[in-house]
């Protein structure tokens, strides 16, 4: 069993760049696929992009390609989430997910943290 949690977010202007963590409880995290998804007010939860455990294969949301960067340090635990040139409606509750799988996470499935809000202002 993997344990998530997220910080780093905040309120931030359109524009603006913020970076998340998600730091991973275990001693197997460098086995983990992770990822990052979000979910606005009224909305379901959408992916953003995953990881898989040794950093070389990522995916992205084409709403975030270009602008958002994941990165992992398995020797720290944690999962990163750069976020730039943000727009207002990137605003939403952004969960980290982990999974031995990439495929588990990239389909939203497996162990979940309790999120961290991002809002962006116009």
């Known amino acids: 069993q993997v344990q ?3 910080s780093g977010g ?8 913020l970076r998340l963590s998600c730091a991973a409880s275990g001693r197997t995290f460098s086995s983990y696929a992770m990822g990052w998804f979000r979910q606005a007010p009224g909305k379901e939860r959408d ?9 070389g294969t ?14 992992r340090d398995n020797a ?3 999962v990163y ?3 730039n040139s943000l727009k207002p409606e990137d605003t939403a509750v952004y969960y980290c997910a ?7 996470v990239v389909a ?7 999120g961290t809000q991002v809002t962006v202002s116009s």
């Not at 992916?47 to 950093?55: D, E, H, K, P, Q």
């Open 108 to 114: 939203g499935r497996g162990h979940w943290g309790r």
């Open 81 to 83: 989430l750069q976020m």
């Open 98 to 104: 982990a999974s031995a799988q990439l495929e588990v």
């Open 58 to 71: 990522t995916y992205y949301a084409d709403s975030v390609k270009g602008r958002f960067t994941i990165s």
């Open 47 to 55: 992916f953003v992009t995953a990881i898989n455990w040794s950093g």
């Open 10 to 17: 905040g309120l931030v202007q359109a524009g603006d760049s």
């Open 4 to 6: 998530l949690v997220e």
């Open 76 to 78: 720290k635990n944690t």
